[in-house]
């Protein structure tokens, strides 16, 4: 799963609390830290709001108790599917065998760091991080979204040290790109070589709804050692918290705070574990959508 671009605290915050005191500041700060975590929630809601029906015949099955009930009945259609193609090895953080897992989140989304039956997967080497995180940096749905979210920061004058016309937008692209840039190397590549951990995600798979939410989220905690067992993942934590004090270089001195690099790196956290949750449930949709889509062609040739 991708790093989304922040929006950094504005400084306004301070000029509009001129006569509350610090009390009303810190309220007007909480606030907009809120309303940031919010945005992005009701963002991942309509996501899967529209992904849902699209997946599924019966809505109430794909948000039932047990998603495996379903996963093992489709399983056999995917296993037909994938002897279709040879597998590609070159790719350590492929399943080549689940469709789902072939790099790419509702079929835009980059999602090369993912993958199935830890047990069985062999550590990358730090070559193999580096490039499979770049990869994902890179990828041209990064310069897509990075030029949407440039376009809503323009129309909402974010950072006025910019300006406006195209120089300004420049300059709002060119330090979006560096924030997910920075972001994704960090964690991904950067502190995992360092602390010898894993930067994948691996997939529970199997079991109850509740069970696999909850090991989605414990993974913003806990990471693989390249050797083997786990450890507390330092580089998911320090890694965010580099590439924001980064971020403070080439941000204008006046939209620069430590209250607001820290709500950033909050911010950064908790959409991190909305990635995982991504992660873990898409291959389910993508094996109802096969499902779904196996059916209707076979309805439509009687």
């Not at 015949?57 to 040879?86: I, N, V, Y």
């Not at 065998?97 to 980059?110: I, K, L, Q, T």
Request: aromatic share 14%; charged share 20%.
């Amino acid at each position: 799963m991708p790093k989304a671009v922040i929006f950094q605290q504005q400084p306004e915050l301070a000029e509009r609390a001129g006569h509350g005191g610090k009390s009303q500041l810190h309220q007007q700060l909480r606030s907009r830290i809120s309303g940031t975590v919010l945005r992005y929630v009701a963002m991942a809601f309509f996501v899967l709001l529209f992904a849902v029906p699209a997946f599924c015949q019966d809505s109430q099955e794909c948000l039932g108790s047990d998603f495996d009930s379903f996963s093992q009945q489709d399983k056999p259609a995917d296993q037909a599917s994938a002897q279709t193609k040879p597998p590609d090895q070159s790719d350590p953080a492929r399943k080549p065998e689940d469709p789902a897992n072939s790099g790419r989140m509702f079929f835009v989304m980059p999602n090369f760091l993912t993958v199935e039956n830890e047990a069985s997967v062999p550590p990358i080497s730090w070559k193999e991080k580096f490039v499979i995180t770049s990869k994902g940096a890179f990828d041209p749905y990064e310069f897509f979204i990075v030029g949407v979210l440039s376009g809503i920061r323009q129309a909402d004058n974010a950072y006025p040290a910019f300006g406006q016309g195209m120089a300004g937008y420049g300059k709002r692209y060119g330090t979006a790109f560096a924030d997910q840039v920075d972001g994704n190397i960090m964690v991904g590549g950067v502190f995992p070589t360092f602390l010898k951990t894993d930067p994948r995600y691996f997939q529970m798979g199997k079991g109850s709804f509740a069970k696999r939410f909850g090991y989605a989220i414990s993974r913003i905690f806990v990471a693989r050692k390249d050797s083997g067992g786990s450890t507390f993942n330092i580089s998911e934590f320090a890694g965010n918290a580099t590439a924001i004090a980064i971020s403070n270089v080439y941000y204008p001195a006046a939209d620069r705070s430590f209250s607001s690099s820290l709500s950033n790196w909050g911010t950064q956290m908790a959409l991190d574990a909305l990635g995982n949750e991504l992660k873990e449930f898409w291959p389910d949709l993508h094996r109802k959508y096969s499902h779904w889509k196996q059916n209707r062609s076979g309805a439509t040739s009687q």
